[in-house]
């Protein structure tokens, strides 16, 4: 039969709603695969290596969450591949694939955190990888539109773990999911912000691991050129936000601030607005410090108020260029991975709702993607604190302590056992 002639009767069939029986059709629907050969097939096939299967996030499984409505989840990754609000090097819209790609070593057979005393793949909850939001290079003004409605759909859907469950979180968060972003540059959580306010129909406290404040006034940037447009970029979006009423002025912070300031006077503190309502943890305070002691000061500023929402917000900058290079903005004098991992560690008990890791640009990253890789392990941290905070029982403070008046979350003790506690690090 002529090709044109075979076209035209497939078409009327499919119009009259008849499936043609094709040479090629797939196995009839109604055939079910016996339970004893899939346990086989499953037994056989399942297992994957680090460098093995398609890249997703720790190997999740992957879902277009946004074309699936009835898609349920208690955490979901989410990538917003979005750099067009950058003031210096462009790159971050690669960072999403860079930060899957560098996950790839995080099986879930084989991701036991022995600090948290929890597999966060093998737990309560329901995880997926979300794929990416399709965000317009084009128009920023579009682009925060695209992930202001992305991010409002995927926190706005029941959990996948009810809030009757003795697992998932509880108080103000109990029965909503929690998202991931991977960005992207760090323009991005200024639409999760305005999501998250819709959420949760409150100011979000604020936790900002950065070496810049990224509180500035868009007229920082060219005063004489500025466009309602130009606002929205990577270092004004929390002065946006905060003038929004967006972030709780009583509660958030900055971590890991080392930037310089504009003028000739220390204006970028000091000037009054809602924006300078963060505690200022400065880089080389870690010095005096101590990771352990960001940590504590970290959760003396924003408590563990199950009531009141905290958004986690990661630079990658907030690392020392010499460790964690492939990122836009790079600041000498930054924490390394471990310090840094050690604050994340102890702060599991922030009620986090959402988070992001933002401005990894792989172009700018060594032949060991030292910084993708460093990104992948803090989104490691984050879900793991998520999930563990709903594991519906006490799994206990650092590497299994459990928490009482004398032994603090941190690692501290009290009376004649320091020492030996000590030694246990």
């Given at each position: 039969m002529p090709g044109w002639k075979n076209a035209l009767l497939l078409g009327l069939a499919a119009l009259a709603g008849v499936r043609p029986a094709l040479s090629h059709a797939h196995h009839d629907e109604s055939e079910v695969v016996p339970q004893d050969k899939r346990e086989e097939l499953l037994e056989k096939w399942e297992q994957e290596w680090g460098f093995s299967g398609i890249s997703t996030f720790a190997h999740m499984q992957a879902v277009k969450c946004l074309i699936e409505p009835d898609e349920r989840y208690d955490i979901a990754i989410i990538g917003a591949p979005f750099d067009t609000a950058v003031s210096y090097r462009p790159g971050a819209r690669f960072g999403p694939r860079a930060i899957r790609a560098a996950s790839a070593r995080q099986l879930p057979g084989t991701s036991y955190n022995t600090r948290a005393g929890i597999n966060p793949y093998k737990s309560w909850a329901t995880l997926r990888d979300c794929g990416d939001i399709p965000v317009t290079p084009f128009d920023n003004a579009l682009a925060e539109r695209q992930m202001y409605e992305a991010f409002l759909e995927l926190g706005s859907r029941p959990a996948k773990t009810p809030a009757d469950s003795k697992y998932g979180t509880k108080g103000i968060s109990a029965g909503k999911p929690k998202l991931?972003?991977?960005?992207?540059?760090?323009?991005?959580?200024?639409?999760?912000?305005?999501?998250?306010?819709?959420?949760?129909?409150?100011?979000?406290t604020v936790?900002?691991?950065?070496?810049?404040?990224?509180?500035?006034?868009?007229?920082?940037y060219a005063s004489y050129w500025l466009s309602e447009q130009s606002r929205f970029n990577h270092g004004s979006f929390f002065h946006i936000a905060s003038t929004e009423g967006l972030i709780s002025n009583t509660t958030s912070a900055h971590a890991g601030i080392r930037t310089r300031l504009?003028?000739?006077?220390?204006?970028?503190y000091t000037n009054p607005g809602p924006e300078q309502?963060?505690?200022?943890?400065?880089?080389d305070d870690i010095d005096e410090l101590g990771p352990v002691g960001v940590a504590e000061r970290i959760i003396e500023r924003i408590g563990l108020d199950p009531e009141q929402p905290v958004y986690l917000s990661v630079d990658i900058d907030v690392l020392d260029p010499g460790t964690a290079p492939g990122t836009g903005t790079p600041e000498p004098g930054g924490w390394t991975t471990r310090e840094m991992i050690r604050i994340l560690r102890g702060i599991e008990k922030l009620n986090l709702v959402g988070a992001d890791i933002v401005e990894v640009s792989p172009s700018y990253d060594n032949v060991g993607e030292t910084t993708a890789l460093a990104a992948a392990q803090v989104a490691f941290e984050i879900i793991t604190s998520m999930v563990k905070a709903g594991a519906g029982e006490d799994l206990g403070g650092w590497y299994g302590r459990k928490d009482d008046a004398d032994v603090l979350q941190s690692g501290k003790t009290t009376g004649d056992d320091s020492s030996s506690k000590k030694d246990e690090l």
């Open positions: 991931v972003t991977l960005g992207g540059d760090h323009s991005i959580a200024l639409p999760a912000l305005r999501a998250l306010y819709q959420i949760y129909q409150k100011p979000i936790l900002h691991f950065d070496a810049h404040l990224d509180t500035w006034n868009p007229g920082r504009t003028g000739v006077d220390d204006g970028d309502g963060f505690i200022r943890i400065h880089a």
